[in-house]
Nanobody, 123 residues
Framework: QVQLVDSGGGLVQPGGSLRLSCAAS????????MGWYRQAPGKERELVAA?????????MYADSVKGRFTISRDNFKNIVYLQMNSLKPDDTAVYYC???????????????WGQGTQVTVSA
């Protein structure tokens, strides 16, 4: 069965960095676009970044994280990463991996989600 396992969250000071990982299993990983979403308390879940199928040459980012976050994928290890630099308190949220629907970087969230990993940015 499809499984996504998120890890790598934690407490970090403003300006710090974290790398999130999502280990995938139960499907042909390289054939699906993958995304990272986040949900802060009292807010809706939002798409942070997505990467295309295959080599992951096409990427998209929310405006709020452009230039600070980088999404990548390793099709040998079946892992998608989110490197987060220059973190801000507004980045505090639970981060979720998702197997997206559609072509390129995907057109919508898919049915499968990781369990989420908490990221807290605070002094």
């Amino acid at each position: 069965q499809v499984q996504l396992v998120d890890s790598g969250g934690g407490l970090v000071q403003p300006g710090g960095s974290l790398r999130l990982s999502c280990a995938a299993s139960g499907f042909i990983f390289s054939r699906y676009p993958m995304g990272w979403y986040r949900q802060a308390p009292g807010k809706e879940r939002e798409l942070v970044a997505a990467v295309s199928t295959g080599g992951g040459n096409i990427k998209m980012y929310a405006d709020s994280v452009k230039g600070r976050f980088t999404i990548s994928r390793d099709n040998f290890k079946n892992i998608v990463y989110l490197q987060m630099n220059s973190l801000k308190p507004d980045d505090t949220a639970v981060y979720y991996c998702n197997r997206r629907r559609g072509n390129r970087t995907g057109t919508a969230a898919g049915d499968y989600w990781g369990q989420g990993t908490q990221v807290t940015v605070s002094a």
